[in-house]
């Protein structure tokens, strides 16, 4: 029979740190730290196995989980000595417990968490007299009714938070901890009434049923709409399940030798090796967290920094800080990373709830990654491993110019660092669709719930008046790589009203507002942005990288700036130069108008040489900056129709400046309109009707060459692409007439520089067809923006409508544009590389769509043997990262 049940604590594991996968992160460490005699609470571990069997049994329990769940809840009856639903004073009193969400990655704030199981109206008068502290019971039975009605009943947690303001308003108390025995007592009637009203039972009584309950909505949490969006954010595939854990709660509310807090053995913002976190006196685990109210610093140092009055837990718990101090270093060299920790002391005792690998920023990542490589505890290779290459987005951006005047509205707690500036939004949904418009959002959120996921990951930067440095706002921005100030105490957000006041100011909905998530800083208005410096750790990590990838890295790149930033970066040439682009530059689209419009190739060959020194100029300016570098130049690849005008307001305009009528220019825009113009009259079929198009540009790029290996002694290294080629023959015309002009301009200027002429390979015939193809080209690029979209019949710009259910219906893993669909498009390019190789052993092989800054892609193209991946300019670190990470797993 499969066993799902694994029991933790009183000196029994039954797994360990290496069985995340079946007990999830969370149940794992739990066994894990009870192994190395933490002090751990015991509990049990329902396995990811059990939650895959939930979902295809039709959401049933089979008897024998209902077995060993039995045994498990002796387990930890045997080891603290209490009963489940004992409501006697003897002996310890009732076990409570807590059942918490577990999977193999943290989703922090993703699942649900049901805390003070098995309270009733019976057990909760045991509780009390047992612990001698009526109000602690009574606060832990109110808390217990309100996490489950939300949880479990799926009944409206505004309508209890709203009792409980209502009963603090009418005593004139402000916090909760000013609330006394009888007030609780009072306030769980009202919330067993609110139950019975919304609920139509009344609360449950059995704790059994209770139990069973929560493991259900645990397990159900899996699929709630917010896992599922943050696991198509973070890539983690939907059948890999939850864990459920059981465990004997302890308690951090029975009065002011109590506490609970989140901490983390080094500072996950910047890297800093120094204890960072967060406790509250007389709480519970969830009051952190939430943000319900404001934590207090676990340092002297970090208390006296921020210039908070209240205690640090340093000052306030000696003793216990002492101790929880040892256990910091004791997991952190166990475990030989950076972890995030959570801990309760009940009435002086510490114990552990929690340890797992903290979530960081990019910087802290770097900093925390070379910093353990220097000290040995870990390889550098490891360090390289442990960097997440997405992550290095949010070193690359501008930061706040510290020139700039600030317009500064408040201050609150430095959550997520990096800095931007959008139009202030009050909701996640209007985040998400004025983000989808194109606009840049700052989200402001009293406080942020695991609902607003999706508006998080769309608004540049978060904000929030409550909540602290590790509250759900400051994990989830800093995960994404967003900017977030929380805490911000001064500010009164009315969301219903779409309004933020502070000071006597308003910020209404579309104002533009700026946060810096370094400071803490919330400013009026825009603030002017610097580049960032890559050097320090980024730069020795990336020189470690570099040492062990074997995949080049280039740039996409048609701009001498797109060129500096990407040389700066670390490119190693550009990858894809689109002409087209400078086509379109306002001071030569007349000719190119002129050159569209001629009658014939005389006419066309004039138009053509006012263009020629404008090209020869742009590629000038690209090979300066690439000098001693390859630079794929793309001949030009889209149809001719997208130059000519096409409101009837411009047709006037450019017909004058052509020197032609309208009724001409608009009779040629008809002649060239095509129906599907990504399959028509486009890439080399362009040149193969007008092969003095591509004539021009073959002799511009040369010229340029020469000009610029005469004057800096570096000579670029072109290659010259043919788009859209299906066929060898194609490529043989195109390929004539590039080297007949190379002949030509290197015969004028009594020089030479070395080029290639090869192809994109973005059509399923060029793959199928690569080793005739390879015998006239000799470089393959595989284009695979359109490769994509020719393979799966799918326009990029059109599948944003449906693509998104395609992935959440899981035909699809990924959105194939931003990810390569492997077992498709990927076939295809593996085909046409070992076919092209067939013919042509010494081949170049490189990727220039955009899957060429995505790290799955690159470990694809890694696998299959491509010499060089090419992306965006500021993706060129992430590539690089990411190809030392694959040539490590290869």
């Excluded at 039954?14 to 460490?29: E, P, R, S, V």
């Excluded at 609780?184 to 609110?194: C, N």
């Excluded at 299906?726 to 007949?740: F, G, I, P, S, Y």
């Excluded at 067809?769 to 020719?790: C, H, K, P, V, Y």
Aim: glycine share 10%; hydrophobic share 45%.
């Amino acid at each position: 029979m499969t066993q799902y049940v694994y029991r933790f604590g009183g000196g029994v594991s039954d797994g360990g740190k290496g069985d995340k996968f079946l007990l999830g992160g969370k149940g794992a460490n739990l066994a894990e730290m009870a192994s190395i005699g933490l002090p751990v609470p015991p509990g049990f571990t329902i396995s990811t196995e059990m939650c895959t069997r939930y979902y295809e049994d039709g959401e049933q329990f089979p008897d024998s989980l209902r077995e060993e769940v039995a045994k498990g809840i002796a387990h930890i009856e045997a080891v603290t000595g209490k009963k489940f639903g004992d409501a006697s004073a003897d002996g310890a009193g009732p076990l409570l417990v807590s059942v918490r969400s577990g999977a193999r990655v943290s989703m922090p704030g993703m699942m649900d968490t049901v805390l003070n199981l098995g309270l009733n109206d019976a057990t909760v008068e045991g509780l009390a007299k047992v612990s001698g502290d009526e109000r602690f019971a009574w606060d832990s039975y109110r808390r217990f009714i309100q996490m489950y009605s939300d949880v479990v009943l799926e009944l409206d947690h505004g309508a209890f938070e709203e009792a409980l303001e209502i009963a603090k308003e009418d005593k004139g108390f402000t916090l909760d901890t000013e609330m006394g025995a009888a007030d609780w007592k009072a306030l769980v009637a009202e919330y067993k009434r609110l139950v019975e009203a919304e609920w139509g039972k009344p609360f449950p009584q059995d704790v059994h049923d209770q139990l069973w309950g929560a493991v259900g909505a645990v397990f159900g949490s899996w699929q709630s709409e917010r896992a599922k969006v943050y696991r198509r954010l973070n890539d983690i595939p939907g059948d890999w399940g939850t864990a459920v854990n059981v465990q004997a709660m302890v308690f951090g509310n029975m009065g002011d030798t109590s506490a609970t807090g989140v901490a983390f053995t080094r500072d996950p913002s910047t890297g800093d090796n120094a204890y960072y976190g967060e406790f509250l006196i007389n709480a519970q685990g969830e009051d952190v967290v939430a943000g319900i109210r404001t934590p207090q610093y676990l340092t002297r140092a970090a208390r006296e920094a921020a210039g908070a009055k209240a205690a640090s837990m340093e000052e306030a718990m000696p003793t216990v800080y002492a101790e929880l101090a040892a256990v910091f270093d004791r997991l952190e060299n166990h475990y030989r990373d950076m972890q995030d920790i959570e801990f309760t002391v009940e009435a002086g005792k510490l114990w552990m709830l929690q340890t797992r690998s903290g979530k960081r920023t990019a910087k802290a990542a770097l900093k925390i990654a070379v910093e353990m490589a220097d000290a040995g505890l870990i390889t550098r290779e490891e360090a390289i491993a442990r960097v997440d290459p997405q992550a290095l987005d949010q070193l690359l951006h501008p930061t706040l110019d510290p020139e700039a005047t600030r317009d500064v509205l408040t201050k609150g707690l430095p959550a997520s660092p990096g800095a931007a500036s959008g139009a202030a939004v009050f909701d996640a949904d209007t985040a998400e669709r004025w983000a989808a418009d194109g606009k840049a959002v700052i989200l402001l959120r009293t406080e942020t719930s695991p609902e607003d996921i999706h508006g998080m990951h769309a608004a540049k930067g978060i904000l929030t008046a409550r909540g602290g440095m590790t509250s759900h706002a400051a994990v989830v921005a800093r995960g994404m790589g967003r900017p977030c100030v929380s805490g911000a105490g001064a500010l009164s957000i009315d969301a219903k009203a779409k309004i933020a006041r502070v000071g006597g100011r308003e910020v209404r909905e579309g104002e533009i507002v700026t946060i810096d998530g370094t400071t803490g800083e919330v400013m009026a208005g825009e603030v002017a942005t610097i580049q960032p410096e890559l050097a320090g750790d980024f730069g020795t990590l990336m020189e470690w990288a570099d040492a062990v990838r074997r995949l080049r890295v280039r740039a996409n790149a048609e701009t001498p700036l797109d060129c500096r930033t990407a040389r700066d970066f670390g490119a190693e040439g550009v990858g894809l130069c689109r002409t087209e682009h400078m086509f379109f530059d306002a001071a030569r689209i007349t000719a190119v108008r002129q050159m569209i419009l001629a009658a014939d190739e005389a006419g066309r060959r004039v138009a053509l040489d006012k263009l020629l020194p404008e090209q020869r100029k742009d590629f000038i300016e690209i090979f300066e900056v690439m000098a001693g570098l390859p630079v794929t130049i793309r001949l030009l690849d889209p149809p001719l129709h997208e130059f000519l005008p096409h409101e009837e307001a411009e047709f006037a305009e450019v017909a004058a400046a052509a020197g032609v009528d309208v009724e001409t220019l608009k009779r040629r825009a008809a002649e060239l309109h095509e129906f599907n113009p990504m399959l028509g009259h486009r890439g080399c079929r362009l040149g193969v009707t007008y092969p003095e198009i591509y004539e021009m540009q073959a002799r511009a790029i040369f010229e340029a060459a020469l000009d610029v290996a005469a004057r800096s002694g570096q000579a670029p290294i072109p290659e010259v692409m043919i788009p859209l080629v299906a066929t060898k023959r194609e490529l043989e015309l195109m390929k004539a007439v590039v080297d007949r002009t190379a002949q030509a301009v290197f015969a004028e200027r009594g020089a030479k520089v070395d080029y290639l002429v090869g192809t994109m390979i973005e059509l399923p015939r060029a793959a199928l067809r690569a080793a005739e193809i390879a015998e006239a080209g000799e470089f393959f690029s595989f284009g695979t923006n359109d490769l994509t979209q020719t393979t799966l019949g799918v326009s990029r710009d059109d599948a944003a409508r449906f693509l998104t259910t395609y992935v959440e219906k899981g035909i699809y893993a990924k959105d194939p544009f931003v990810s390569l669909d492997v077992e498709g498009v990927g076939e295809l390019v593996q085909l046409a590389a070992e076919r092209g190789r067939s013919t042509r052993p010494g081949i170049k092989l490189g990727i220039c769509g955009e899957h060429g800054g995505d790290p799955a892609s690159i470990a694809f193209c890694e696998t299959v043997g491509l010499d060089y991946v090419s992306a965006s300019p500021y993706r060129v670190p992430i590539a690089r990262l990411a190809a030392a990470q694959a040539a490590l797993r290869k």
